[in-house]
């Protein structure tokens, strides 16, 4: 697992290197939970879309090998996916698809059992196709929910990984569940692990959650795991997702579309410029905390 790892970081850095006149510059973020349903693909795309918008060039990977939705989310129907990739009857650059917003997508596969757990060589050929993703500043990495050895290779490769909980009792014990896995199977872990908690009512209740979930996975595993942010359980969001349009889109100005810019700026350590209005809006806002 660490070999992959260590091989996807130096394939995705050393062309990014190379691109750039010796700079590095791509950086990954996978994104991953404990359980399905708690809004990652959502989380995963809405970012990409904020990052958008501050100028950097950004591509969405859904890695979910078995049951891929991030193109459902941007009603989009592509005719090639990663299942092409594995089975090398296309190259990433021919199913790398633009996008209406700004980013760019690279759609997974559903209904495909097999591939959702790869062999090695598989593993290997697709990672090495990964290489053509290198041209962009950001790539956020949608896996799939649980713990499989596909995940736990984009995790370990990431520059920041984000953990997707809701105030849910099973999704904080699964956000538990999957950072300890990190903590087990991943060696020497020189990534930024941080946790955000979706779909809550109040700022009160994303700290109450944020905190016991960093509590115990630092008094039980020695892990630092950092509080990126919450996101309101807004109505928005799931009008969005039955316009299959998403809600940094077509609701720039909610509560959830400011809740991840605010994200975006505490990821880039940057205050999220995008007008004085909605600027100001987000000092309010997260004054509040």
């Not at 996916?81 to 090398?88: D, V």
């Not at 115990?216 to 919450?230: E, H, M, R, S, T």
């Amino acid at each position: 697992m660490t070999d992959q790892a260590e091989q996807l970081r130096e394939i995705m850095k050393g062309r990014s290197a190379e691109d750039n006149g010796g700079v590095e510059k791509t950086r990954i973020i996978t994104v991953a939970s404990g359980k399905g349903g708690v809004g990652k693909t959502n989380l995963s795309i809405n970012l990409g879309l904020a990052y958008a918008k501050l100028g950097k060039k950004v591509i969405v990977l859904d890695a979910d090998l078995g049951l891929a939705n991030v193109n459902v989310v941007l009603g989009m129907i592509p005719k090639y996916n990663l299942y092409h990739i594995i089975r090398k009857q296309k190259t990433m650059k021919e199913i790398i698809l633009d996008t209406d917003y700004g980013i760019k997508i690279v759609a997974g596969a559903s209904g495909f059992f097999k591939i959702a757990n790869l062999e090695q060589e598989e593993r290997d050929g697709f990672i090495n196709e990964l290489s053509e993703l290198s041209s962009a500043d950001i790539i956020i990495i949608d896996t799939s929910a649980g713990v499989s050895s596909n995940v736990l290779a984009f995790v370990a490769a990431a520059d920041d990984v984000i953990i997707v909980t809701t105030p849910e009792p099973t999704a904080i014990t699964d956000a538990y569940g999957i950072i300890k896995i990190i903590a087990t199977e991943i060696d020497n872990m020189d990534i930024g692990l941080k946790l955000i908690v979706n779909r809550v009512k109040s700022v009160t209740e994303g700290k109450k959650v944020s905190e016991r979930v960093i509590n115990i996975a630092g008094q039980f595993l020695n892990l630092k795991v950092d509080y990126l942010g919450y996101v309101y359980d807004d109505p928005i969001v799931s009008a969005a997702v039955i316009k299959q349009k998403p809600f940094m889109v077509s609701e720039p100005n909610s509560k959830a579309s400011i809740c991840v810019k605010q994200l975006v700026s505490r990821l880039e350590k940057v205050e999220y410029k995008e007008g004085s209005g909605v600027n100001r809006f987000i000092q309010k806002l997260m004054g509040r905390i």
